[in-house]
């Protein structure tokens, strides 16, 4: 079964710092391009960074570039999102999300991590 | 930056067709993608690449995409359809990727 799990999400005070972690299973992981996506309490769905197979493009979105880093371990078949300088407005749920083969939409997605950000 | 607006809510009887729209500069220029959301639930991809459909999404789901709208198309509404439905575009000036505002469809 193709299957995304996320962990590492939880309470962190503003300013401080948290790694997401996304486990991968079912697929070739190294073949596919990877995304986090986030939630926010109430709102829409919001791109967070896109990081391709091999790790050679890497994007991210305005709102946090510069305070997170998007990573892969292909060999650990795990995708990873550092998020430092945090704020409350980082406070949403985290989906990691597999692109596409042919980058064609966001085709699996996982259950999700909840980070909240607040002293 | 580039914006996609859709209609906040859109309300159906069952058996009807709703459509919802994304609107976006020159947008048929672009791939969109579509995505319904239940309740504490993940997004699920139900149209790509403006109107295809991934296995398993029923054929009532449908797309189209020309000049500055695309529309989802969902035809014989069930019950189950209701949910959160947002469209998705690459934005390769930016190389970012941008979701649609939204839109709800209540099934009457």
């Known amino acids: 079964e193709v299957q995304l799990v996320e962990s590492g999400g939880g309470l962190v005070k503003p300013g401080g710092s948290l790694r997401l972690s996304c486990a991968a299973s079912g697929f070739t992981f190294s073949s596919y391009s990877m995304n986090w996506v986030r939630q926010a309490p109430g709102k829409g769905l919001e791109w967070v960074s896109s990081?391709?197979?091999?790790?050679?493009?890497?994007y991210y979105a305005d709102s946090v570039k510069g305070r997170f880093t998007i990573s892969r371990d292909n060999a650990k078949n795990s995708l990873y999102l550092q998020m430092n300088s945090l704020r409350a407005e980082d406070t949403a749920v985290y989906y990691c999300?597999?692109?596409?083969?042919?980058?064609?939409?966001?085709?699996?997605w996982g259950q999700g991590t909840t980070v909240t950000v607040s002293s | 930056s580039y914006v996609l607006t859709q209609p906040p809510s859109v309300s159906v009887a069952p058996g009807q067709t709703a459509r919802i729209t994304c609107g976006g500069n020159?947008?048929?220029?672009?791939?969109v993608h579509w995505y319904q959301q239940k309740p504490g639930q993940a997004p699920v991809l139900v149209v790509y690449?403006?109107?295809d459909r991934p296995s398993g999404i029923p054929e009532r789901f449908s797309g189209s995409n020309s000049g500055n709208t695309a529309t989802l198309t969902i035809s014989r509404v069930e019950a189950g359809d209701e949910a959160d439905y947002y469209c998705q575009v690459w934005d390769s000036s930016s190389d970012h990727y941008v979701f649609g505002t939204g839109t709800k469809v209540t099934v009457l």
């Open positions: 990081i391709s197979s091999s790790s050679s493009y890497i």
């Open positions: 020159n947008i048929g220029s672009k791939s």
């Open positions: 999300a597999r692109e596409g083969d042919r980058g064609n939409g966001m085709d699996v």
């Open positions: 690449d403006d109107s």
